[in-house]
């Protein structure tokens, strides 16, 4: 037979709730757990999760979606994500759909049909439909990086559009007038603020705003290298360009190494994300770096606090800073 | 009160064998598919996963151990594993142990209580201690990129040998003798094959192995730029070096970076892992690239085969090769 909580608490001599506490993460004594540790051994006590799900109606899981597991950006944030939750007794579904909405959809419903006990999402879908669902349900929600309007959640953003117009106002300090944006998908959350910032930082230098400088990629490689062909093609004339995510800055890079363009006499370049890749080029690329770390750490602060009962305190926005990193490419 | 197969059952006509088929994954014709997704919608039928999981002692979750979710092999192989095994109703649990063994051991225990049903590993531990347990309860274990002496599950890994092999003996057909090799840890499967084919090479052209040309990095960013340093500064007669990891491959490239070391003049340079970092460095690199997405299919296949019951076939060892991408670096 096997050994229940109760055959643990007479082994210790420690309370019920202790035990309970111990296995639902709460606080127990450094010397306490010992014991308990002790005595699982000892028992071969094994706890059936699955029994525990049905009977406190918590999952203990936490269901992820995101557009690329394989964005640089986007592993950063889960991996210290994960990390923390783990900490806590929970563990992260983690669906990955392809930047499709449909896909995204489906996710959702997976995770739902899972009974998570909370889901935290970089949207590719900018209705938030899928996200009610939860909410309703008082499952809570974090939103990451992409803000969506309408529903009312948690969010950890970063402030893109100061990002941008830094960046912008560096080449400009350089004498650069004409400067290339590779954008990316014009709906979405982020591209809108990045392209805000590059507005701004140009307008407040008394600029003119062109918009055949600005090309829209799709957040990856082929995109970016797609949309720097087309403003070498179309915009020879430019001197400078601003690529605004990490995937597309490696594709750009690549189509330049391809046109033989050399960086910084040819063009200015200024790359996003990812220190280590801008480290390893030459010349070093001078970026725009994203707090992944700090970001995982607020979203997993963010959904245990919701979890652990603050269901009704007010829905909170984070808004972390980039950092501009100077290298050799302007 | 909440809609049961039973009421799908009725709602289309359908036996019950056939509706509990499409809810477990099982093949279920279009029309009827259809048809249960119609009745699903109008009777709001929601399934109950966690009561499911306790019915059939089946959770539907296949836990997931990698040492670092942020190295670009481990997110590529992951990325599809998991988009596979959903389709077939599975959720994966990733846990990212940061290469190291006790984080992995709490990783491994966290997944066995959560009773999943099968277990997705690439070991940071050498032992396979840990795997043991889910094998006596009959859960399926498949092993990637670094075997393990003595568990007896599925493998998928690389033929790293050839790998370093093929990629050295190149180097010697360009005339090269002192040729370096940043290597991973020496007690690492995969380090230890692809130090094989190091030696492999140069024997079978007459060329002695000097050992002070090998240096072990930790499969890490900074431990590539230490073990490139270490070479730099010991052997400044060595003319070629092959780096066998990605991570390792940027270390290199910001050391030689740093130190204004021209690629190919001063040094032929062979690296590994992602082509698009290859193809965006200056000038582009040679590398060995590892078949990710074919060992995530071949993973979640073999994970599969077993989950459906193959639980007594043979062990199968798959062995992918490598794709050499010749750039101008050497």
Same mark, same amino acid.
């Given at each position: ?26 606080? =127990?004594?450094?010397? #306490? ?6 005595? %699982?051994?000892? *028992?071969?006590? !094994?706890?059936? /999760? ?14 992820v979606v995101i557009p690329e597991l394989d964005m640089i950006f986007c592993a950063q944030i889960i991996t210290?994500?994960e ?11 983690v669906c990955d759909c392809r930047s499709d909405?449909?896909r995204?959809?489906?996710a ?14 970089m949207?590719t ?30 969010? =950890?953003?970063?402030? #893109? ?6 960046? %912008?106002?560096? *080449?400009?300090? !350089?004498?650069? /007038? ?40 799709d957040f990856t490689i082929s995109g970016g ?20 995510n990490y995937e597309m800055t490696l594709g ?21 994300d990812n220190?280590e890749f ?14 992944t ?38």
């Open positions: 037979m096997a050994a229940t909580m109760k055959d643990l608490a007479r082994e210790t001599g420690l309370g019920l709730a202790t035990i309970s506490s111990y296995f639902n993460g709460g606080n =127990v004594r450094e010397k #306490n757990k010992e014991k308990i540790e002790t005595a %699982i051994k000892k *028992l071969n006590f !094994e706890i059936n /999760e699955v029994a525990r799900g049905l009977k406190t109606n918590h999952t203990k899981l936490i269901g210290e994500v990390d923390i939750l783990r900490n806590y007794g929970y563990a992260t579904i909405e449909k995204e959809e489906e959702l419903d997976f995770h739902f049909h899972r009974r998570v006990d909370g889901l935290i999402i949207p879908s900018t209705n938030g439909k899928g996200l009610k669902r939860f909410l309703e349900h008082n499952k809570p929600v974090v939103v990451i990086d992409r803000k969506i309007d309408g529903v009312d959640c948690d969010c =950890v953003l970063v402030d #893109n559009e100061k990002a941008v117009k830094d960046g %912008i106002a560096r *080449l400009i300090e !350089e004498k650069h /007038e004409k400067i290339g944006l590779i954008a990316g998908p014009s709906d979405i959350y982020t591209s809108k603020e990045r392209i805000k910032g590059y507005h701004k930082a140009l307008k407040e230098r008394g600029l003119q705003v062109d918009k055949s400088l600005i090309s829209c990629g290298a797609k949309a720097m062909a087309r403003l070498l093609d179309t915009r020879p004339d430019m001197t400078a360009v601003f690529v605004s750009a890079m690549i189509e330049l190494n391809e046109r033989g363009v050399k960086i910084p006499q040819e063009l200015s370049f200024i790359g996003y220190k801008a480290y390893a080029s030459n010349p070093q690329l001078s970026i725009v770096a994203q707090p770390k700090e970001m995982g750490k607020a979203v997993a602060q963010l959904i245990l606090k919701r979890l652990q009962g603050d269901g009704n305190g007010k829905r909170k926005i984070w808004k972390l800073e980039t950092e501009f990193i100077e290298g050799k490419s302007i």
